[in-house]
């Protein structure tokens, strides 16, 4: 008997992006839908009917964090396994993202692989390998930096004012993808 085709929703304002993910993951198996933020993934939720067993959300887009829209989904489909994908991948963030339901939280970039394998895991069915390595000074201050931006609800002038910082060198620092470890 053939298995039932998992329904994914794919939330992401990286055209491109998101794209390339739904041709990959439509020859994997998955039937995507995909939205390019999250207002347009929740009216979508809200009006399709369907229900996404798998949902890859990206977390900085154009207008609201893909962390608004964690609880959001949890409330209407408590079941759906939520991969957070990011490019500016942090401690805090991910902390942030496992605390309001997602499943897991991918650094980009992620192959298609890493995010099939990131749904599965979920469950504890394969354990992720933690690394011994000593951060590096970049890497250390963007996750402080991370950190305090957070304490501070994301406001860049207050940040900046606890970091002791000008507000445009933080911008700058912010507008860096952050360095591997």
Not at 22 to 46: D, F, H, I, T
Not at 57 to 66: A, C, N, P, W
Not at 78 to 85: A, Q
Not at 130 to 140: G, I
């Amino acid at each position: 008997m053939k298995s039932p085709i998992k329904q994914l929703l794919l939330v992401d304002d990286d055209d491109a992006f998101r794209m390339v993910a739904e041709r990959g993951l439509s020859k994997r198996g998955y039937q995507v839908y995909s939205c390019n933020s999250c207002e347009a993934a929740e009216q979508w939720l809200l009006s399709s009917g369907i229900k996404p067993d798998h949902v890859l959300l990206d977390l900085k887009m154009g207008g609201e964090s893909g962390l608004t829209l964690i609880p959001r989904l949890r409330i209407l489909h408590p079941d759906c396994r939520i991969v957070m994908l990011t490019g500016f991948a942090s401690i805090s963030t991910a902390v942030e993202a496992i605390k309001l339901g997602a499943t897991h939280y991918l650094p980009k970039p992620a192959s298609l692989d890493d995010i099939i394998a990131a749904f599965g895991k979920i469950h504890g069915d394969e354990q992720q390998e933690v690394t011994h390595q000593p951060m590096s000074v970049d890497r250390l201050e963007w996750e402080h930096i991370q950190k305090v931006l957070a304490e501070h609800e994301g406001n860049i002038s207050a940040t900046a004012r606890a970091l002791n910082m000008h507000r445009r060198t933080l911008q700058r620092k912010l507008g860096k993808r952050p360095v591997r470890q």
